[in-house]
């Protein structure tokens, strides 16, 4: 799949989802002087109601579905706040939703999804026995599987942020994305590359888990070592065949990586700013905090993608 044919599912994304999701803010980032001096933004899309960018392509992609599809009900696997996403969707727009999860997800996130009303199904060890089993289950019982990134409709919801983008700062230079299954880059990079082609699009991988970054230099899809990383959301694999691998080769100008103590320090200075900031957004705002120099004349979005960290990494954030 090419940018070209998710275009105009974003166009029609942005006229529907906002029953359901927020316009979020883009605030300037008070970085001081020096190398940081730079007219530096950070779209704050923590603040949707789920604490995370997932309602947007979660909400379209359950808006596209025929009736008798959102009559079936849906059925998805999550780590935390896809399934987030898809659970307070669908309890807004009626449709019953059945979320898997593995053994690694936080009680916490376990009952903020049940909260929303989300039958939930504790399945294996790791997210990819729960992704499985639930796609499994979509099959035998007839019902929509969603895709934390592999759909064109979830990819178009999150597309939604660069429209929102155009009208808050048209003229932007560049923009630092968190980077994991691909769906969100591939969704802005696609959008921003028609309205804004002088712009900038830089993917942000931890270290330690830079699968897709690794991917895309291979110019396959293989499953490139990882470990342990702050930025819980982007964490894991690509799945074979995503359409997301050939849109991020098309429309990401280039890829940043950056340690686990870069990543803390990013999310502690977002903390300071009063915001809440999980692994993925830390990924960001440490990727900017990096390669700031650069970009010094111009003008820079962070995505802030969210700001839902588990209790073991929120603590990590405490003042001593």
Same mark, same amino acid.
């Given at each position: ?73 849906v059925i998805t696997s999550s780590t935390g706040n896809h399934g987030l996403g898809v659970a307070t969707a669908a309890h807004l727009l009626g ?15 376990? &009952?903020?999804? %049940? +909260?929303?009303?989300? $039958?939930?199904?504790? =399945?294996? *060890? !790791? ?118 691998? &050939?849109?991020? %080769? +098309?429309?990401?100008? $280039?890829?940043?990586? =950056?340690? *686990? !103590? ?26 900017y905090f990096k390669e700031a120099a650069r970009y010094a004349s111009k003008k820079v979005v962070v995505l802030i993608c969210g700001g839902n ?12």
């Open positions: 799949m090419l940018s070209r044919d998710v275009l105009p599912l974003i166009d029609e994304a942005a006229a529907r989802v906002y029953s359901v999701v927020t316009e979020t803010p883009l605030v300037s980032m008070s970085l001081g002087s020096g190398a940081h001096q730079g007219a530096a933004f950070a779209k704050l899309e923590q603040l949707q109601t789920t604490g995370s960018f997932k309602l947007r392509g979660a909400t379209n992609k359950l808006m596209s579905l025929s009736k008798a599809e959102a009559a079936a009900g449709i019953d939703a059945e979320v898997f999860l593995s053994a690694q997800v936080t009680p916490l996130k376990r &009952d903020k999804i %049940r +909260e929303r009303g989300a $039958r939930i199904r504790m =399945v294996g *060890e !790791d997210p990819l026995a729960a992704e499985v089993a639930a796609r499994a289950a979509a099959l035998e019982s007839g019902r929509t599987y969603i895709s934390p990134y592999n759909d064109p409709y979830v990819i178009a919801g999150q597309g939604t942020i660069a429209v929102e983008l155009m009208r808050q700062a048209p003229d932007l230079d560049a923009i630092f994305i968190a980077t994991g299954g691909g769906g969100l880059i591939s969704g802005i990079g696609t959008y921003l590359r028609r309205a804004a082609p002088h712009a900038e699009i830089i993917g942000c991988w931890p270290e330690n888990s830079p699968v897709l970054y690794e991917c895309i230099k291979a110019g396959r899809i293989f499953d490139a070592p990882e470990s342990a990383t702050l930025s819980e959301s982007t964490a894991g694999g690509v799945e074979s065949g995503s359409i997301t691998f &050939d849109l991020c %080769r +098309e429309v990401m100008h $280039r890829g940043v990586l =950056v340690t *686990e !103590d870069e990543i803390l320090r990013a999310m502690r200075w977002g903390r300071a700013q009063g915001w809440s900031v999980e692994g993925a957004s830390g990924v960001a705002l440490a990727a960290p588990s209790p073991a990494i929120a603590a990590l954030l405490a003042p001593s």
